[in-house]
T-cell receptor
């Protein structure tokens, strides 16, 4: 089955700096890669996703890049703000992108210091 | 009000007790899921249901059971709780593909 590894497990950045979280996956059939953000005391919430037919996707201060050859994808947060402090999860799924097929990474706790 | 509601939010119990975690949703989604979150292990799927008459095991179903009482309700039971079931449990819903919508979680401690 699919295996998703996520690094780092914790990340501390100064407000205004950039944060990068990296994930690798094992199953070359995976082609849907969502990122979820979990704020303290809340459930995870989808913030951005990418499919393998594109190499990069941006939404305001967040972007995701995908390298299918190397089987890794990354989340980039620019101009970090205190509200970016949260746990972030990457995930990978085969083409049907059904919820029961998602494999999650271990999570990255991001702390943005003012 | 939350679209996906979990009860209880926190529960402390003892080894051997039966525990039920309940989930209800107002999103009108057919698909519902129970996940378990442990530090460093991410989210792991326990059970899922694609409609009222459909129940499927996930990656880590041993020691758990579920019931889909209605389209909007999906409960998770631990028949005889053990300490290594101490975790944060999430219910989620989805359409056929794409985004999962999570509840706010139920923190279970088994002593």
């Amino acid at each position: 089955g699919e295996n998703v590894e996520q690094h780092p497990s914790t990340l501390s950045v100064q407000e205004g700096d950039s944060a990068v979280i990296k994930c690798t996956y094992s199953d070359s059939a995976s082609n849907y890669f969502p990122w979820y953000k979990q704020e303290l005391g809340k459930g995870p919430q989808l913030i951005i996703d990418i499919r393998s037919n594109v190499g990069e996707k941006k939404d305001q201060r967040i972007a995701v890049t995908l390298n299918k050859t190397a089987k890794h994808f990354s989340l980039h947060i620019t101009e970090t703000q205190p509200e970016d402090s949260a746990v972030y999860f990457c995930a990978a799924s085969p083409p049907e992108a059904a919820g029961n097929k998602l494999t999650f990474g271990g999570g990255t706790r991001v702390l943005v210091k003012p | 009000d939350a679209d996906v509601t979990q009860t209880p939010r926190n529960r402390i119990t003892k080894t051997g007790k039966r525990i039920m975690l309940e989930c209800s949703q107002t999103k009108g989604h057919d698909r519902m899921y129970w996940y378990r979150q442990d530090p460093g292990l991410g989210l792991r799927l326990i059970y899922y249901s694609f409609d009222v008459k459909d129940i499927n095991k996930g990656e880590i179903s041993d020691g758990y059971s579920v019931s889909r009482q209605a389209q909007a309700k999906f409960s998770l039971s631990l028949e005889s709780a053990i300490p290594n079931q101490t975790a944060l449990y999430f219910c989620a819903t989805s359409l056929s593909t794409g985004e999962l919508f999570f509840g706010e979680g139920s923190r279970l401690t088994v002593l």
